[in-house]
């Protein structure tokens, strides 16, 4: 009896180390994707390459994280009231990839814009405003994390 416990025991020990040792192996993928045209196409492009890469990741069961960087006149890809892609970026946010993508756009733009436009203007409810869309995107290189401009 001694003996089978043994076994069992040393059986879920070894399957316990395989286990963190998978889990320790597992990679982590990091990109930010740039965006500073005022283009539908690029826009597009951006958010294809995003989904592409979460799906990729997906099927291998590898963790990735996409930041989506605006400055400059890619800002109105995350402008509530310009953004053509609104509705996809909605839909990609909310039902397919909501942990993997974050949208960040440059507050340095936004007040550009406003003080140029004479108005106030809101980013679409999944982006996050940052000081520095230039910064930002520098410090996720810094730390790390590839760089995409479609």
């Known amino acids: 009896m001694k003996s089978l416990f043994s076994a069992i025991a040393a059986v879920a020990i070894l399957a316990l180390g395989v286990t963190m040792g998978a889990a320790a192996d597992a990679k ?8 500073n045209q005022n283009d539908p196409v690029v826009m597009n492009l951006a958010l294809n390459n995003a989904t592409n890469i979460i799906e990729a990741y997906k099927v291998k069961g590898e963790d990735v994280q996409v930041e989506i960087v605006t400055y400059g006149p890619g800002l109105h890809m995350l402008r509530d009231d310009s953004s053509p892609v609104k ?29 140029r436009e004479g108005r106030a203007f809101n980013v679409i409810p999944q982006a996050t405003l940052v000081p520095s869309g230039a910064v930002r995107l520098m410090e996720l290189q810094e730390d790390g994390w590839s760089y995409l401009k479609p």
């Open 28 to 35: 982590s993928h990091r990109v930010a994707i740039q965006v």
């Open 87 to 115: 509705d996809r970026i909605k839909q990609i946010a909310d039902a397919s990839f909501p942990s993997s993508i974050k949208f960040t756009a440059c507050d340095n733009t936004k007040q550009g814009m406003e003080t």
